[in-house]
């Protein structure tokens, strides 16, 4: 019997090759490692930002709103990746305002406009006519439809982000720790808030077809939650926050094409499980204080 496990095992690890190096040579595939790579990495870049700011909820609200735009599109005929970009955009920006304009607290505010954002998308949703499978795509995220126009948007946006964010990284580290010290030193504080909010939001629109709607706030939040656990330096942190979101994408695309899951979950899944294995071996080593 030990010896059938043995190569019943071996057969199964040699089928999952020989069906990744198959899956490896179509074009969707080799288009969705591309887009996993990207997105891992500004994923990882702006999650660090996220986790540290306390935005994780902002982010939740930007991606769930989306479903108004993707209903737009859908209602329009118009490719929804092209309503999410404005969309999630001005509703970041209006969000942020309503924020700074309001004495009720952040969280109060970010759940009335994600409650009415939501409630409005469903009713929008229910005026659709005939088939809602790309809706549903959208939802729950489809990385292996994705074409050569969400990478290109994906590239410039991790690009345009990567210049924003390191070229200005010591105001940004600063604003992260203390806004109010920020402040006094001179930098434009509402001006960087607002700058991040547009790309925070950018972000969210090119990430939704790959993890969808559900899952997106989950995407940038993980990778960096788990690199916190493994380094308190914050240039560090950054660099494993991104390393972990490319790593971890690219697994989770490699274990949706072996085993037929939908892509979102299974990216997600990847980095849940490796936020419980950094968790657990953090614990495990930790000294007594």
């Known amino acids: 019997m030990d010896l059938l496990n043995h190569y019943f095992c071996i057969w199964l690890a040699v089928t999952g090759a020989d069906e990744l190096v198959t899956?490896?040579?179509?074009?969707?595939?080799?288009?969705?490692?591309?887009?996993?790579?990207?997105?891992?990495?500004?994923?990882?870049?702006?999650?660090?930002?996220?986790?540290?700011?306390?935005?994780?909820?902002?982010?939740?609200?930007?991606?769930?709103?989306?479903?108004?735009?993707?209903?737009?599109?859908?209602?329009?005929?118009?490719?929804?990746?092209?309503?999410?970009?404005?969309?999630?955009l001005i509703f970041g920006l209006v969000v942020l305002y309503l924020i700074d304009q309001t004495d009720l607290a952040t969280d109060s505010?970010?759940?009335?406009?994600?409650?009415?954002?939501?409630?409005?998308?469903?009713?929008?949703?229910?005026?659709?006519?005939?088939?809602?499978?790309?809706?549903?795509?959208?939802?729950?995220?489809?990385?292996?439809?994705?074409?050569?126009?969400?990478?290109?948007?994906?590239?410039?946006?991790?690009?345009?982000?990567?210049?924003?964010?390191?070229?200005?990284?010591?105001?940004?580290?600063?604003?992260?720790l203390n806004p109010a010290v920020a402040q006094v030193q001179g930098i434009r504080v509402q001006l960087y808030r607002y700058a991040f909010v547009v790309l925070l939001s950018l972000a969210v629109a090119v990430a939704i077809k790959a993890v969808g709607v559900l899952l997106v706030n989950a995407f940038l939040v993980i990778p960096a939650s788990t690199a916190k656990l493994l380094s308190h330096h914050f240039s560090r942190f950054l660099g494993i926050s991104v390393i972990l979101g490319a790593i971890s994408s690219i697994v989770g695309i490699l274990v949706s094409g072996v085993f037929n899951f939908a892509s979102g979950p299974s990216i997600v899944l990847v980095q849940f499980l490796l936020f419980l294995a950094v968790f657990s071996w953090a614990k495990l080593t930790m000294k007594p204080a």
Do not use: C, E, K
């Not at 406009?113 to 489809?142: E, M, W």
């Not at 439809?145 to 200005?168: E, P, Q």
């Open 109 to 176: 505010v970010l759940s009335i406009v994600l409650s009415g954002a939501l409630a409005l998308g469903v009713i929008l949703t229910s005026f659709i006519q005939g088939y809602r499978g790309n809706l549903i795509g959208v939802l729950f995220g489809d990385i292996l439809a994705i074409n050569v126009t969400d990478l290109i948007l994906t590239l410039l946006v991790l690009v345009g982000g990567s210049i924003f964010l390191l070229s200005s990284l010591r105001q940004q580290i600063l604003l992260t």
């Open 23 to 88: 899956l490896l040579q179509f074009p969707f595939m080799q288009r969705a490692i591309a887009g996993a790579v990207l997105m891992g990495l500004l994923g990882g870049l702006l999650g660090s930002f996220v986790t540290l700011r306390q935005l994780s909820f902002f982010s939740h609200a930007v991606g769930h709103a989306a479903l108004v735009g993707i209903a737009l599109g859908a209602l329009l005929q118009l490719n929804p990746t092209w309503m999410l970009l404005p969309f999630t």
